[in-house]
């Protein structure tokens, strides 16, 4: 039996959705912007799909909003990229953001998805989740293919299973600590991974950035990124393993800026926000106790480069307010 009654989008779902709409319309911009200075074809072919895909997404959530009477998010357009900029990332920088941009993706349209009530909103999410694992697997695959995919440390493999005996194993600054864990191991290595490619980045926009204020800002943030990937890479140094490695070397001299002040901005914020969180996983799954506390530092420092950022969007009039609940106080008034 069909009914005929129509359900209203749920806050989770309109935030969902508006987030969406934000994050492609920024992608969008940034996906314009590699394809005229990308020079491998391969690399390219990956751009190209995931801007089709992207611009059918903003489509879609145009569509559902409109159907909803609601209002249409500004997000980014074509004033904020400028694709005749001179080439400001090499192609391997590129190859990397694209291969994470996947991964990134994977985990905030998961979020999304168990969000969804409505059929049409879970269904629209499913369709993000197969396009991102599409996107990563073909960009890991493709970095493998270049030698430039970076393998975490291998593990040895154990005669037989066993079980922890000693309070020690929570140890991290005293007395018998022991070696790192698998899991600790790949988050160590996934968020120095993160921390290269965003230092790579925002090195680009510290170059390129109109405002004194917004340059001064990325330059910050430049420091704080290059700081926490020597964090991650010594621990590993100190257990005799392997890291990724700094690839701010490949971001060109150009002062050109491809992009506005404000997209840059709203990147490093999403950036920082999606750290944040990552560096939160990290601490659930991390039981050596000196590894909580660092990662708590370092969570604490990022949290506060991410509100100083939110200051700076706002006095320049550039963050859109997201889908919140009344006021009833105001409204009683």
Same mark, same amino acid.
């Given at each position: 039996?069909?009914?005929?009654?129509? &359900?209203?989008?749920?806050?989770?779902?309109?935030?969902?959705?508006?987030?969406?709409?934000?994050?492609?319309?920024?992608?969008?911009?940034?996906?314009?912007?590699?394809?005229?200075?990308?020079?491998?074809?391969?690399?390219?072919?990956?751009?190209?799909?995931?801007?089709?895909?992207?611009?059918?997404?903003?489509?879609?959530?145009?569509?559902?909003?409109?159907?909803?009477?609601?209002?249409?998010?500004?997000?980014?357009?074509?004033?904020?990229?400028?694709?005749?900029?001179?080439?400001?990332?090499?192609?391997?920088?590129?190859?990397?953001?694209?291969?994470?941009?996947?991964?990134?993706?994977?985990?905030? !349209?998961?979020?999304?998805?168990?969000?969804?009530?409505?059929?049409?909103?879970?269904?629209?999410?499913?369709?993000?989740?197969?396009?991102?694992?599409?996107?990563?697997?073909? #960009?890991?695959?493709?970095?493998?293919?270049?030698?430039?995919?970076?393998?975490?440390?291998?593990?040895?493999?154990?005669?037989?299973?066993?079980?922890?005996?000693?309070?020690?194993?929570?140890?991290?600054?005293?007395?018998?600590?022991?070696?790192?864990? #698998?899991?600790?191991?790949?988050?160590?290595?996934?968020?120095?991974?993160?921390?290269?490619?965003?230092?790579?980045?925002?090195?680009?926009?510290?170059?390129?950035?109109?405002?004194? !204020?917004?340059?001064?800002?990325?330059?910050?943030?430049? !420091?704080?990124?290059?700081?926490?990937?020597?964090?991650?890479?010594?621990?590993?140094?100190?257990?005799?393993?392997?890291?990724?490695?700094?690839? &701010?070397?490949?971001?060109?001299?150009?002062?050109?800026?491809?992009?506005?002040?404000?997209? +840059?901005?709203?990147?490093?914020?999403?950036?920082?926000?999606?750290?944040?969180?990552?560096?939160?996983?990290?601490?659930?799954?991390?039981?050596?106790?000196?590894?909580?506390? +660092?990662?708590?530092?370092?969570?604490?420092?990022?949290?506060?480069?991410?509100?100083? #950022?939110?200051?700076?969007?706002?006095?320049?009039?550039?963050?859109?307010?997201?889908?919140?609940?009344?006021?009833?106080?105001?409204?009683?008034?």
């Amino acid at each position: 039996m069909e009914s005929n009654h129509h &359900t209203k989008l749920t806050s989770a779902e309109i935030s969902s959705l508006w987030t969406s709409y934000q994050a492609s319309t920024m992608v969008i911009c940034g996906v314009k912007y590699f394809l005229a200075t990308v020079d491998d074809d391969n690399i390219h072919k990956l751009l190209q799909y995931a801007l089709d895909f992207t611009q059918k997404r903003i489509q879609t959530i145009t569509q559902i909003l409109k159907k909803e009477n609601y209002p249409i998010p500004v997000g980014f357009t074509d004033q904020d990229v400028d694709t005749k900029a001179p080439r400001l990332y090499s192609d391997s920088i590129i190859l990397w953001y694209m291969m994470n941009m996947g991964r990134f993706s994977l985990t905030g !349209e998961s979020l999304f998805y168990s969000f969804s009530a409505r059929d049409d909103i879970a269904h629209f999410y499913l369709e993000c989740l197969d396009q991102s694992k599409k996107l990563a697997d073909e #960009g890991r695959k493709l970095a493998i293919e270049k030698g430039i995919f970076i393998r975490a440390p291998y593990l040895p493999i154990p005669d037989q299973v066993d079980f922890v005996k000693k309070q020690s194993f929570l140890n991290g600054w005293l007395g018998d600590r022991r070696p790192l864990l #698998g899991i600790e191991i790949a988050n160590l290595v996934y968020n120095a991974e993160r921390n290269s490619l965003g230092a790579a980045l925002i090195a680009g926009f510290s170059q390129v950035a109109k405002s004194k !204020e917004v340059r001064q800002y990325m330059v910050r943030g430049r !420091e704080i990124s290059g700081k926490h990937f020597e964090v991650f890479s010594k621990v590993l140094y100190k257990e005799n393993l392997s890291t990724t490695k700094n690839i &701010t070397s490949e971001v060109s001299e150009s002062t050109v800026s491809p992009f506005s002040d404000k997209l +840059m901005m709203f990147h490093i914020a999403g950036l920082v926000a999606s750290g944040i969180g990552q560096y939160g996983t990290a601490i659930s799954t991390s039981p050596r106790r000196d590894l909580g506390v +660092m990662y708590t530092r370092l969570m604490v420092e990022i949290a506060k480069y991410a509100e100083d #950022g939110a200051k700076i969007l706002i006095n320049n009039g550039w963050m859109e307010q997201p889908p919140m609940a009344a006021d009833r106080d105001e409204l009683a008034k």
